[in-house]
């Protein structure tokens, strides 16, 4: 599944405190991946599914994707997500 598979919008689910949530959103605006974004500290409900998918942890920021909980993914976790990254180099 690559981005341009994407038939809705992907629950993103942050708090404003968060620096890999921003670097996520930054993320997703430079590679057209749209999404929702959900702060946790503001949704209780959202705050407590986090939390079922993290083991306990309200971990941000944690998404779903192709049924998988993604959870303070690096970049080169993204671009492997999305088929986003680029082509290794020869030589």
């Not at 919008?9 to 430079?30: E, H, M, N």
């Not at 999404?35 to 959202?46: C, L, R, S």
């Amino acid at each position: 599944m690559t981005v341009g598979d994407l038939t809705e919008p992907i629950t993103l689910y942050t708090t404003t405190w968060c620096g890999d949530c921003r670097l996520v959103k930054r993320y997703f605006a430079s590679h057209a991946i749209p999404y929702d974004e959900v702060n946790i500290d503001e949704d209780p409900a959202a705050a407590d599914m986090v939390e079922q998918w993290n083991n306990g942890w309200r971990s941000v920021p944690t998404f779903l994707y192709n049924g998988r909980v993604v959870t303070e993914p690096s970049v080169a976790e993204l671009d492997a997500l999305f088929g986003t990254g680029r082509a290794p180099r020869n030589g």
